[in-house]
């Protein structure tokens, strides 16, 4: 997902010196391009792929960059006939169209496929680092007028978030609605049936367990939405009662040490659906059915769901891996109630945390009656987050 930041570092290699090394080279049908590189492994790119990811402004709206043809324009039998590195260009000659089209090398080599592919299941994206409680005393955390005031350090704030998955920020305003000036910083709030924002202190009657003084299993929030919000802000507006902290755990080291301990038990988990459900208030029956470790296709590990609040009945898993399923259910949870695996920090008012919904499981400590706290918090969504931190990384490439 931080494809920016890969590709810079990509380019940040490919000098002057390596374009004048580099060579291009064809199968004898045209249907391969290699580039052979003074201190890299070759790159083989198909002529189908560089005639379809042509920057060519017949190919490419210059100002927008969208594609303006679609695949059935390529003709399907493209092959290259000729191939000349010149500068930090290749050109390339497509046939049948008889169409000539640059590439800058450091834009090919940013987008380079020709490379082994990870084979186990729940291999993570190169920016994320997976942590446990030896972060503690280390959460990402950055003054919120800081970052309201210098996009770079706006940048250096929000690629810890992608990296460890959550951040503090401290200095806020005191006042109800501020946490809508961190959502500020890198998107738009989700509104949900809690509303834009919702409140987390002591109620007489309360809705849903997050609004009394119970301690709160660490859990993703929302299960039951599909899609599930993507991002979470907590605020912190009054913080008098004693006890209260704040705790994360990371999802995904949990998952990862589930895999490492119990193979068996990490792949049914990522192989079966679980079930989530809310119906706390009228006219509200939120269900969802997705598996608690979510696997891409190419088992990256892409997402956590944890909740015992709303965790509906499993009927998704055949019988015969029924208790196979839940005791790999209850590793996953051993593992996640182990502190060895939390980090816990307090939040003072003016001072808020943002999560990634869908990898950081986060719980409080149970807090007495006496005294007040007051959060507020609200969801945003992870694609936002990512935008403004690549555009930000950009920017400061360019
Ligand atoms: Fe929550």
Same mark, same amino acid.
């Given at each position: 997902m931080l494809y920016l930041s890969q590709s810079t570092s990509h380019c940040q290699k490919f000098l002057l010196f390596e374009a004048a090394m580099t060579q291009a080279s064809l199968s004898a049908d045209g249907r391969v391009l290699t580039l052979s590189f003074p201190d890299q492994m070759p790159a083989r790119f198909h002529a189908v792929w560089l005639r379809d990811n042509a920057w060519d402004a017949q190919t490419r709206a210059? &100002? @927008? &960059?969208?594609?303006?043809?679609?695949? /059935?324009?390529?003709? !399907?039998d493209t092959r290259i006939e000729s191939a000349a590195v010149s500068g930090d260009a290749v050109i390339l000659t497509f046939s049948p169209e008889n169409k000539v089209i640059s590439y800058e090398l450091k834009v090919l080599l940013a987008q380079r496929y020709d490379h082994a592919m990870p084979k186990e299941p729940g291999w993570t994206a190169p920016h994320v680092q997976i942590w446990d409680s030896g972060l503690m005393g280390h959460v990402p955390v950055a003054r919120l007028p800081d970052l309201q005031a210098d996009g770079g350090t706006k940048r250096a704030w929000l690629a810890q978030v992608a990296r460890y998955g959550f951040g503090k920020l401290s200095a806020?305003? #005191? /006042? $109800?609605?501020?946490l809508f000036e961190v959502v500020d910083l890198f998107g738009y709030v989700r509104e949900t049936n809690y509303g834009r924002k919702f409140e987390v202190r002591t109620e #007489? @009657?309360?809705? @849903?367990? !997050?609004?009394? &003084?119970l301690g709160l299993q660490a859990h993703t929030d929302n299960?039951?939405? $599909? %899609? #599930? %919000?993507?991002v979470q802000v907590l605020y912190c507006l009054?913080?008098? !009662? !004693?006890g209260g902290e704040n705790m994360v755990v990371d999802g995904f080291a949990a998952a990862l040490r589930l895999r490492d301990e119990s193979p068996e038990g990490f792949a049914i988990l990522t192989k079966y659906c679980a079930q989530f459900e809310y119906a706390?208030?009228?006219g509200v029956r939120l269900t969802a059915r997705r598996p608690m470790i979510e696997l891409a296709p $190419?088992?990256?590990?892409i997402a956590i769901r944890f909740n015992n609040r709303s965790?509906?009945?499993?009927? $998704? #898993?055949p019988f015969e891996d029924m208790e196979a399923y839940y005791a790999a259910y209850r590793h996953l949870a051993e593992i996640i109630d182990d502190p060895a695996m939390e980090v816990t920090f307090r939040l003072d008012p003016g001072e808020s945390f943002v999560v990634d919904n869908t990898r950081i499981l986060h719980a409080r400590k149970g807090y007495s009656g006496a005294g007040t706290r007051w959060l507020q918090g609200c969801y945003a969504d992870k694609d936002g987050l990512y935008s403004t931190l690549n555009a930000l990384v950009r920017e400061a490439a360019e």
């Open positions: 210059p &100002g @927008n &960059g969208q594609r303006l043809i679609t695949l /059935r324009d390529i003709p !399907a806020g305003p #005191v /006042r $109800d609605g501020a #007489v @009657n309360p809705t @849903n367990l !997050a609004y009394t &003084g299960p039951y939405r $599909d %899609p #599930v %919000p993507t009054e913080s008098s !009662a !004693a706390g208030e009228a $190419d088992g990256e590990l965790a509906a009945a499993i009927t $998704d #898993v």
